[in-house]
């Protein structure tokens, strides 16, 4: 910590951003729209963050959006639904703020920038039997952003994650994805559109593989990133900050690093800190994660260190729910930098995940952030859950992707990658020798498969209640019936692959109040210094309201924070 130094500034504004994913971006342009000499600066070489590689949803409850959609919300309702779900870990005025802020910052960004986004009607709340849940509408899919007008800018954009993309280049929104992967009605017309205007785009399919026409994280980040050139709000990458500096208790500035040599910069009104969580640092993992946990097993951005925490601590910031994650579980694919999450595959019908027992240990259709939790609470050294595996047969492996395979109907295994073949995927013709190929208990697995067969037969899961939920039944493949959640696995040959507990970012981080100032142990503010997305404390607490409830706060609580600092009188 750099203490009771007022001279020798390099360079002065009013706020500094540190982090260049969406909270950062909408701070910057809320601080710019109400006058403020505002700059970001990102310590990687590539825009966006975890942002940018992310679905892109926001979950905003009670928003206009909805309501236009004809779907009905409201401020108590929401807060219930926060309030259940948050078990009391999160205090109330936090989770006000957040109910009658997030629809404003929505409207703001829709109306002042290019942000648009759309309500998905079908996509429910995570946790359906919660009292204020609703159906649908409170999760929002950004709208596809043609980033043609970003020119060469867009290279410098951190990419979508694969998983995200058909072929692995081509994007889908949420709802496209949806009729795609369980291949409902249209399908195939869908595909060939994208794969036409994405052929077709030239002179820049000679320049680069990438997609000009943006969905999900890369959409939101490109209209937000878009705003920010129209305003003129510098953006400087390979910017690290390395120390944060303070006069007489309160942030004045930071100490950063540019092309090798330190620079210091005043920030008259604040800094924000928006630069993403730890999962990129494994000694961080080590310290407050649940074990085993690996780098290699999330799906965030890997130049997210913990960096802002660090520096934060330094000035005697707390810290909550640094033990959390927005778990998901994950498939380590040979060749990728990425995880790539499984939430599509583990709630459609044919499969079933076990520990090394052979036995279920949750609802395989429950939010992923239940499933990862299940599968440490699993987890011990005489019964391993970490790994699980995700087991299907050859009706499921025909019809559905899986991680980086494409449905057996279009790449039959003869055609996968050698290294997808060498040990990535196993397979057997029968459950008996699969299990034993994959190091899991025959019997257990040969018993669970029966079991499984069963509920497939009846509809009912009476272990778990896969399928019972409406949000269960949103990956599901509505072509299945009784249950679209539930099929059969018995048609050879079987396939196992493992599964680890993977993230979207980890979760905890600072302490902040509701205007997302960090706090002391004390409970005191440290003026001037304000945390916003994955290094703040979340305000889902342990849980995850629904898709976009990481972003959904990120970007209002970056908006409270950027108005709350411009309010500050004087220099």
Known sequence: MSENIDTGWDETVDLLVIGSGAGAMTAGIVAHDLGSDVLLIEKSERYGGSSAMSGGSLWIPNNHLMKEAGIEDSREESLNYLREITGGLVPIEKLEKYVDEAPQVLRYLEEKTHLRMLALPAYADYYPRAKGSRPGGRSLDPMTFDARSLGDDLLSMNEQNPQMLVMGRIFMTIPESRMMLTRAKGWIGLMSRLMFRYLFDVPWRFKSRRDRFLAMGNSLVGMLRQSMVDRGIPLRLETPARELIAEDGRVVGAVVERGGVSVRIRARKGVILAAGGFEGNQNLREKYLPQPSRVEWSCANKKNTGDAIEMARALGAALEFMDEGWW????????????????????????????????????????????????????????????????????????????????????????????????????????????????????????????????????????????????????????????????????????????????????????????????????????????????????????????????????????IAARHAMARAGD
């Open 328 to 559: 998901g579980p994950v498939t380590v694919v040979p060749g990728e930098t990425n995880a790539r999450m499984l939430v599509i595959e583990k709630s459609l019908p044919g499969s079933v995940m076990v520990n090394q027992a052979g036995r279920r240990f949750v609802n395989e259709a429950a939010p992923y952030i239940d499933v990862v939790n299940a599968q440490y609470a699993d987890h011990s050294e005489e019964s391993p859950c970490v790994p699980c595996y995700l087991i299907f047969d050859a009706r499921f492996r025909k019809s559905y992707p899986v991680g980086p395979l494409l449905p057996g109907a279009q790449q039959p295994d003869a055609f996968l990658p050698k290294a997808l073949k060498d040990g990535y995927v196993q397979k057997d013709d029968t459950v008996r020798g699969l299990a034993k190929k994959l190091g899991i208990d025959p019997d257990g697995l040969e018993a669970t498969v029966a079991r499984m067969n069963e509920f497939a037969r009846t509809g009912q899961d009476t272990e778990f209640g896969r399928g019972d939920t409406v949000f269960d039944r949103y990956y599901g493949d509505e072509k299945v019936e009784p249950n679209p959640c539930l099929a059969p696995i018995a048609e050879a040959p079987f396939y196992g692959m493992e599964s680890f507990p993977g993230e979207l970012g980890t979760k905890g981080g600072l302490r902040t109040d509701v205007h997302a100032r960090v706090l002391t142990e004390s409970g005191e503010v440290i003026e001037g210094l304000y945390a916003v997305g994955n290094c703040s404390s979340p305000v889902m607490g342990k849980t995850y309201a629904g898709a976009g409830a990481t972003l959904g706060p990120s970007t209002t609580f970056a908006s």
